[in-house]
T-cell receptor, first 115, second 115 residues
Framework: EPEVTQTPSHQVTQMGQEVILRCVPI?????FYWYRQILGQKVEFLVS????????KSEIFDDQFSVERPDGSNFTLKIRSTKLEDSAMYFC?????????????FGPGTRLTVL | AQSVTQLGSHVSVSEGALVLLRCNYS??????LFWYVQYPNQGLQLLLK??????LVKGINGFEAEFKKSETSFHLTKPSAHMSDAAEYFC?????????????FGQGTTLQVKP
């Protein structure tokens, strides 16, 4: 069964460093998402991506964040200068469509720890 | 704006007992509602969804949920709990006119099943 994969499973970085979280969505999916979950809090939407551009982003997704689909299979989230409060589990998701057709399939997550 | 409230961050039931996980939503437009389950060290897996039509929806693993517009609720039930149901459960909402499929999640409910 096709699945969304994410690497690495755990990333530890120093404050101020850049990190890139990688995701491989399901191959025929067209919509891509990043969510995050700070420990003990709810899963929060960060950004959605369709047709090689951001379709919606939350207020969390500031200039420190960027997304890219560099090669037609990977979908990446870059945090330019990490802060302590960026420590969280980051989930990638993908779907065939949006709205009614948009069942989102989630990856296992990357746990980011910023020291 | 849309929001989701899950009553009870932890629910404990005995094996074989009824499972009831509560979810209330707020939405100014007709909602699409979802329940996701997260097993340890895994991603979010869709249990069931309501978009339109029949208000009682059946999902995987014997779970079902009923959309009650008058109560703005979408509670998740299972007649008989199994040990393998122990996990975290998330209720989420989006809406049909969303072009991005952004999901708004509740806080999550951890289900413990006692032997």
């Amino acid at each position: 069964e096709p699945e969304v994969t994410q690497t690495p499973s755990h990333q530890v970085t120093q404050m101020g460093q850049e990190v890139i979280l990688r995701c491989v969505p399901i191959s025929n999916h067209l919509y891509f998402y990043w969510y995050r979950q700070i420990l003990g809090q709810k899963v929060e939407f960060l950004v959605s991506f369709y047709n090689n551009e951001i379709s919606e982003k939350s207020e969390i997704f500031d200039d420190q964040f960027s997304v890219e689909r560099p090669d037609g299979s990977n979908f990446t989230l870059k945090i330019r200068s990490t802060k302590l409060e960026d420590s969280a589990m980051y989930f990638c998701a993908s779907s065939v469509g949006s709205g009614r057709a948009g069942e989102q399939f989630f990856g296992p997550g990357t746990r980011l720890t910023v020291l | 704006a849309q929001s989701v409230t899950q009553l009870g961050s932890h629910v404990s039931v005995s094996e074989g007992a009824l499972v009831l996980l509560r979810c209330n939503y707020s939405s100014s437009v007709p909602p699409y509602l979802f329940w996701y389950v997260q097993y340890p060290n895994q991603g979010l897996q869709l249990l069931l969804k309501y978009t339109t039509g029949a208000t009682l929806v059946k999902g995987i693993n014997g779970f079902e949920a009923e959309f009650k517009k008058s109560e703005t609720s979408f509670h998740l039930t299972k007649p008989s709990a199994h040990m393998s149901d122990a996990a975290e459960y998330f209720c989420a909402v989006t809406h049909g006119s969303s072009n991005t499929g952004k999901l708004i999640f509740g806080q999550g409910t951890t289900l413990q099943v006692k032997p």
